[in-house]
């Protein structure tokens, strides 16, 4: 019993490291395909980063508080009665109403530090590269 609950436990272990290695090198690539396409001066280099940085800690604390607080809960709608979707309905309004404010108030700091054209390819840029992220994905795992 001792031995399947250490070989469940390395299980596990194993799989969160390979997710969190997965998802550093994603982080990695899109800092490399970023710097690329942006042409960033080292001056420029220097204060992007930490506003980029911040930005997108923000942005993935929002995408889980999200994730916990509604998306897993949307599994079992069928079961919640009309006041607690009309509440959960509202917490995902809310979320969303964040993460709209998060970018304007990136998109302004950004523009101060990078100009408006390079604020525009880094839009553009981070579109590219989630596209490039899929097809590579669906690659990977057989086109499907």
């Not at 942006?38 to 508080?65: G, I, M, T």
């Not at 809310?94 to 108030?105: M, N, Q, S, V, Y």
């Amino acid at each position: 019993m001792i031995r399947l609950f250490i070989a469940i436990l390395m299980l596990f272990t194993t799989l969160s490291f390979a997710q969190d290695k997965s998802r550093e090198k994603i982080k990695a690539l899109k800092v490399a395909y970023l710097t690329e396409h942006l042409e960033l001066s080292s001056k420029e280099a220097q204060e992007f980063w930490p506003v980029y940085n911040e930005y997108e800690e923000k942005r993935h604390e929002l995408r889980h508080k999200q994730w916990v607080e509604i998306k897993s809960k949307l599994k079992d709608v069928g079961s919640l009665n009309e006041e607690e979707a009309q509440s959960l309905l509202s917490a995902y309004l809310k979320i969303e109403e964040e993460e709209e404010e998060l970018e304007k108030d990136f998109l302004n700091k950004v523009s101060k530090v990078i100009s408006a054209k390079k604020t525009l390819v880094l839009m553009r840029s981070e579109e590219d590269f989630k596209r490039q992220l899929i097809k590579q994905y669906r690659h990977n795992k057989g086109g499907r």
